[in-house]
């Protein structure tokens, strides 16, 4: 069964940073498409940023600049740095994980950015 773990959330201040992990079991991520999605209070949900297997990435074009994500395949775990936390980056981040047909989601993480 896959699973999909986030940690690091939090509350933060405006300018500074958090990381976000995802600790990914249950099946062999590494052929499967990874990202980091959030939902903010009365807006849709948002891509925030993804990777392939090959290693190419998207980023929505809020964080752009700002955000990185990465992947280490040995722990099955993927990464989002967040650098220059703004306010609207106030959300829930979801941790996604597409293998095949089949998209998997995380409980989410509550990040918090005050200003």
């Known amino acids: 069964q896959v699973r999909l773990v986030e940690s690091g959330g939090g509350l933060v201040q405006a300018g500074g940073s958090l990381r976000l992990s995802c600790a990914a079991s249950?099946?062999?991520?590494?052929?499967?498409?990874m990202a980091w999605y959030r939902r903010s209070p009365g807006k849709q949900r948002e891509l925030v940023a993804a990777?392939?297997?090959?290693?190419?990435?998207n980023y929505g074009d809020s964080v752009k600049g700002r955000f990185t994500i990465s992947i280490d395949n040995a722990k099955n775990t993927v990464s989002l740095q967040m650098n220059s936390l703004k306010p609207e980056d106030t959300a829930v981040y979801y941790c996604?994980?597409?293998?095949?047909?089949?998209?998997?989601w995380g409980q989410g993480t509550q990040v918090t950015v005050s200003s």
């Open positions: 996604n994980a597409v293998i095949g047909w089949d998209s998997y």
């Open positions: 249950g099946s062999d991520f590494s052929r499967s498409i």
């Open positions: 990777m392939s297997s090959g290693k190419s990435t």
